[in-house]
């Protein structure tokens, strides 16, 4: 990918409350760096006298101290706005990156739940496809947002949940992304402690060193290395679904197996939540898209990419499941490999292992800018570069320490760790989608996503009441299997519908209070800050003195 360089002194919007339309109060600096997120620093500063910003010179040098200490490749855009001249993704790449995200044995896990609760591989197979279908809508819509606002996609939460009040839901995202990759890190070193008898200590520290880099060199290098991934993985699990359809790959009459409500509706919100749960930073890696790309063509690419290698490898996991009684996904491509040719199945293994750490990488990535965006919520702060690898070590040790507490059977942790992801999400995205798609329908005041206490406010009451009533609504519909069963979901035998519930009763709530905002009120601050924007690749150099106010 090449990048649009755009170098330039930093521009300054100074914008007052007044000017927003509401109680005066302090002055407010945006500051804008249109340098490349390659070469220049993030642009964000507020709450900061203008007589604090850094001056031509200080910018000048901090990018030659990077270029000399080998950074210059490393991204140094996080939780600030993206300008249009710095936008060079393209459509044609979300379909791959996203079909490769679910392209590993993570994945194939989530073809054994229904199959270890008896559940037969039709109806595994019919009820993935289900899940997978419903759980990617909500992302691939999501994935929308980020080509028309520049922004990762917690920072547009500000709009729904506050400056400060969007920490309540980045507590939740901070669970998926940790323990996603705490999962990660158990069942790959668990697997390949169990073929190769390599050291899962040694195994869990290589893999969280290697996603870190990738994370810390950030948006370009992670499509990167997911393409070449994708590239590099197609093959190998196109001919090992060849082999499963000319009975080449080994496996026994398949275990028998039949229908109940409750193992086929677990099986449908396994799947659901597991493309639900990347909703919170799809638009992470949508947000250097060009702004005038069709909103339906984002959607369709990340629709089709994201639930087609899910449903590949759920359905792939369950007859793994069903035929070769497998309870560890790597282990079990492993022997199938092997089964069509000696050698194959460590290649396998060390594909989607491949697939796996370029996938930690993202979580990663994301979950850093749930750290900074939380941070900032409180604490005004520059986004550099050093600001993301710090979190992203102290992160990486997190998530490091915890995997080494996890038990070696991970699938019902792997299970559990998913429903309640899936929980603590669902309310959130309900809120965000209607919110952008039904009330506010994608107009906002980006540069207001800044201020403390603007139009958006700190804590926008709404939309938390909306999320917090969803969330308690799913309390007795919870599945929780060895933890937790709710009386309502007793009464159901087990099947677990709180997922839905959430979503209907969070989405119906904020429909219902957001009746009450004045949308008319925001037009003005709508039309300046697009007018602020249109500015950033036009005055490359504009005097500090020279700074554009609001209003």
């Known amino acids: 990918m090449t990048r649009k360089m755009t170098m330039g002194r930093p521009l300054a919007f100074h914008m007052t409350q007044r000017s ?52 210059s490749s490393i991204e140094a855009r996080s939780i600030d706005y993206v300008p249009e001249s710095e936008r060079h993704g393209r459509v044609a790449d979300q379909g791959p990156f996203w079909f490769l995200g679910n392209f590993q044995f993570f994945t194939i896990a989530i073809g054994f739940v229904g199959p270890s609760m008896g559940l037969s591989l039709g109806y595994t197979a019919l009820a993935a496809v289900i899940g997978i ?135 449908i919100a396994a799947s659901a939540s597991y493309n639900i749960t990347y909703a919170p930073y799809v638009s992470d890696y949508s947000r250097y898209l060009p702004r005038n790309t069709r909103p339906a063509s984002i959607i369709m690419a990340v629709m089709f990419g994201a639930s087609s290698s899910a449903i590949w490898l759920i359905i792939l996991g369950a007859w793994l499941a069903t035929r070769m009684g497998a309870s560890d996904g790597l282990v079990a491509l492993h022997d199938a490999g092997n089964a069509i040719l000696p050698g194959f199945g460590a290649l396998m293994a060390l594909g989607s292992i491949s697939a796996m750490i370029a996938t930690m990488g ?12 939380g941070v900032d919520a409180f604490f005004p702060l520059r986004p550099t570069r050093s600001a993301r690898i710090v979190t992203l070590v102290i992160l990486a040790v997190a998530w490091t320490w915890i995997s080494l507490l996890c038990p070696d ?38 540069t207001n996503l800044f201020i403390p206490g603007g139009i958006y406010g700190n804590w926008e009451w709404r939309g938390i009441a909306a999320y917090v ?79 554009l106010p609001v209003g």
């Open 20 to 71: 927003l339309g509401t109680a005066a109060r302090p002055e407010t600096s945006i500051r804008v760096d249109p340098s490349s997120p390659n070469t220049g620093d993030p642009f964000l500063f507020h709450d900061a006298p203008t007589a604090e910003t850094l001056s031509m010179t200080t910018a000048s040098a901090e990018r030659d101290r990077s270029a000399s200490l080998g950074l």
């Open 133 to 267: 279908l419903f759980g990617t809508l909500f992302m691939a819509f999501h994935a929308s947002q980020g080509a028309e606002l520049g922004l990762p996609q917690m920072i547009q939460s500000r709009a729904q949940f506050g400056y400060r009040g969007v920490t309540l839901v980045l507590l939740g995202t901070l669970v998926t992304f940790l323990g996603f990759n705490v999962v990660d890190v158990v069942l790959v070193s668990g697997g390949l402690h169990g073929i190769f008898g390599w050291n899962a200590t040694v195994v869990g520290l290589v893999l969280t060193v290697t996603a870190t880099l990738l994370a810390i060199y950030g948006h370009d290098w992670l499509h990167r290395i997911f393409k070449l991934c994708f590239i590099a993985c197609l093959p190998l699990y196109t001919i090992l679904t060849i082999a499963i359809l000319t009975g080449h790959a080994g496996g026994t009459t398949p275990t028998l197996g039949g229908f109940s409500w409750v193992a086929f509706v677990g099986q």
């Open 362 to 373: 993202l979580n990663a990535y994301s979950c850093m800018l749930t750290v900074l965006t």
């Open 409 to 446: 059977n991970a699938i019902d942790l792997l299970f559990a760790t998913l429903t309640i992801m899936l929980y603590l999400l669902v309310p959130w995205t309900a809120v965000n989608l209607v919110d952008y798609f039904l009330v506010r329908r994608g107009h906002y005041a980006i």
């Open 469 to 547: 009533l969803g969330f308690l609504a799913t309390v007795p519909f919870f599945v929780l299997p060895g933890l937790y069963t709710g009386p309502i979901a007793k009464a159901l035998g087990g099947v677990d519908i709180g997922w839905l519930v959430g979503l209907i009763v969070a989405g119906a709530a904020y429909a219902l209070m957001s009746r009450s905002i004045d949308l008319q009120a925001e037009k003005a601050a709508i039309v300046q800050s697009e007018a602020d924007l249109r500015t950033l690749p036009l005055h490359e150099a504009l005097p500090e003195e020279m700074a």
